[in-house]
């Protein structure tokens, strides 16, 4: 079984899984945990919700911070 590395900020953008946790996007975001769900509330960090769980969808991050995926 292989393990995928964890999320860092130094994670490239197209490293990255199609969709994130909260948590893991908050990682990356270099932001805590607290804000990126508040940020998931306001709508101004776009998510998915799949039943109880809240995903942060890779192109969502990529549209937030304004890359065009070519990193």
């Known amino acids: 079984m292989t393990t995928?590395?964890?999320?860092?900020?130094?994670?490239?953008l197209?490293?990255?899984p199609e969709l994130l946790s909260v948590p893991e996007a908050a990682t990356w975001l270099h932001i805590g945990t607290g804000l990126a769900y508040e940020m998931v509330r306001r709508g101004d960090l776009p998510s998915v919700r799949l039943g109880r769980l809240v995903r942060v969808p890779r192109a969502g991050l990529t549209a937030m911070i304004g890359a065009d995926g070519r990193e």
């Open 4 to 12: 995928a590395a964890p999320i860092t900020r130094l994670t490239p």
């Open 14 to 16: 197209g490293d990255l």
